[in-house]
């Protein structure tokens, strides 16, 4: 008598990441809520596809990331990463994969034309608090809270180092890195992870309204600035001066410049062309 395999439960049948979009703004939910939104393979490959698309798609102006359920995002799924370790090479080739494929994921986010804001309500761990880091702008509601808690377990946190390092002061990310405590949305905000904490529940709706102020911008000139901002950063002074003035002199050209700065002058709204 043949035997037949159960059938999946709904939470496998459901797609690993949502799309919304609206008024120029697409929302992306990790929509993992059982495993925690874990970044599985099937989820850091999903965002990548989907992150490429957007950046594709004139007619997103900003990007909100949020997580579906009780928590924003687990980091990495452990149980993944576990079981390769029965491999021949214990894994060794799998995690050199998917922490390449997790961090080509996060750059894509920083390398986005639009601007990303993370809207965070519970937890971000580990990978998910490195999620939170390469987002543009962040918000997180009162109940928030963020940890690389990696230390706890022998496996420090060095992918999220990255992001981390790029927002907080070097004593501040060390901090987080070396305790792995969990650190309270308003000492995120005071930290620089995230821009500012609001009341539970609200991170989404302030999410949505900075979004919707990116999105009655120029989108060249949101492009240009992001880009040039995220250049500069890794520039020594001088340098950094000499590519902001030719990026200045660059965007002044644009047609979106000349028409912003004529509205100004004129008294009325402009007419954004995107070039």
Same mark, same amino acid.
């Given at each position: 008598?043949?035997?037949?395999?159960?059938?999946? *439960?709904?939470?496998?049948?459901?797609?690993?990441?949502?799309?919304?979009?609206?008024?120029?703004?697409?929302?992306?939910?990790?929509?993992?809520?059982?495993?925690?939104?874990?970044?599985?393979?099937?989820?850091? #490959?999903?965002?990548?596809?989907?992150?490429?698309?957007?950046?594709?798609?004139?007619?997103?102006?900003?990007?909100?990331? %949020?997580?579906?359920?009780?928590?924003?995002?687990?980091?990495?799924? @452990?149980?993944?990463?576990?079981?390769?370790?029965?491999?021949?090479?214990? $894994?060794?080739?799998?995690? #050199?994969?998917?922490?390449?494929? &997790? +961090?080509?994921?996060?750059?894509? !986010?920083? $390398?986005?034309?639009?601007?990303? !804001?993370?809207?965070?309500?519970?937890?971000?761990?580990?990978?998910?608090?490195? @999620?939170?880091?390469? &987002?543009?702008?962040?918000?997180?509601?009162?109940?928030?809270?963020?940890?690389?808690?990696?230390?706890?377990? $022998?496996?420090?946190?060095?992918?999220?180092?990255?992001?981390?390092?790029?927002?907080?002061?070097?004593?501040?990310?060390?901090?987080?890195? @070396?305790?792995?405590?969990?650190?309270?949305?308003?000492?995120? *905000?005071?930290?620089?992870?995230?821009?500012?904490?609001?009341?539970?529940?609200?991170? +989404?709706?302030?999410?949505?309204?900075? %979004?919707?102020?990116?999105?009655?911008?120029?989108?060249?000139?949101?492009?240009?600035?992001?880009?040039?901002?995220?250049?500069?950063?890794?520039?020594? @002074? +001088?340098?950094?001066?000499?590519?902001? +003035?030719?990026?200045?002199?660059?965007?002044?050209? *644009?047609?979106?410049?000349?028409?912003?700065?004529?509205?100004?002058? #004129?008294?009325?709204?402009?007419?954004?062309?995107?070039?």
């Amino acid at each position: 008598m043949n035997r037949q395999s159960p059938p999946p *439960a709904a939470a496998d049948l459901a797609p690993v990441l949502l799309r919304e979009d609206d008024a120029g703004i697409a929302t992306l939910t990790l929509n993992r809520p059982a495993a925690r939104n874990a970044l599985s393979d099937a989820l850091i #490959d999903a965002l990548s596809a989907e992150l490429d698309r957007i950046a594709a798609d004139s007619a997103v102006r900003a990007v909100i990331l %949020a997580g579906a359920g009780p928590v924003f995002c687990a980091g990495h799924d @452990l149980k993944e990463l576990t079981a390769r370790r029965a491999d021949a090479d214990r $894994g060794r080739a799998y995690f #050199d994969d998917v922490m390449a494929r &997790c +961090s080509a994921m996060m750059q894509r !986010i920083v $390398g986005l034309p639009q601007p990303v !804001i993370a809207a965070v309500e519970k937890t971000a761990t580990a990978a998910g608090c490195q @999620l939170v880091a390469s &987002c543009d702008l962040a918000v997180a509601g009162a109940e928030a809270r963020f940890c690389t808690p990696g230390v706890h377990i $022998g496996l420090f946190c060095s992918t999220p180092m990255v992001a981390l390092s790029r927002n907080l002061s070097a004593k501040h990310a060390m901090e987080m890195l @070396l305790l792995g405590e969990m650190i309270p949305a308003e000492d995120a *905000a005071r930290m620089g992870l995230v821009n500012r904490a609001v009341a539970a529940g609200e991170a +989404s709706a302030e999410a949505r309204r900075m %979004a919707a102020i990116i999105a009655s911008k120029s989108p060249l000139t949101l492009k240009i600035g992001k880009r040039a901002f995220y250049e500069q950063r890794e520039m020594p @002074l +001088s340098d950094a001066y000499r590519h902001a +003035s030719r990026v200045m002199t660059e965007n002044m050209l *644009a047609r979106d410049a000349e028409e912003g700065i004529g509205a100004l002058l #004129d008294k009325r709204t402009p007419q954004w062309r995107g070039e």
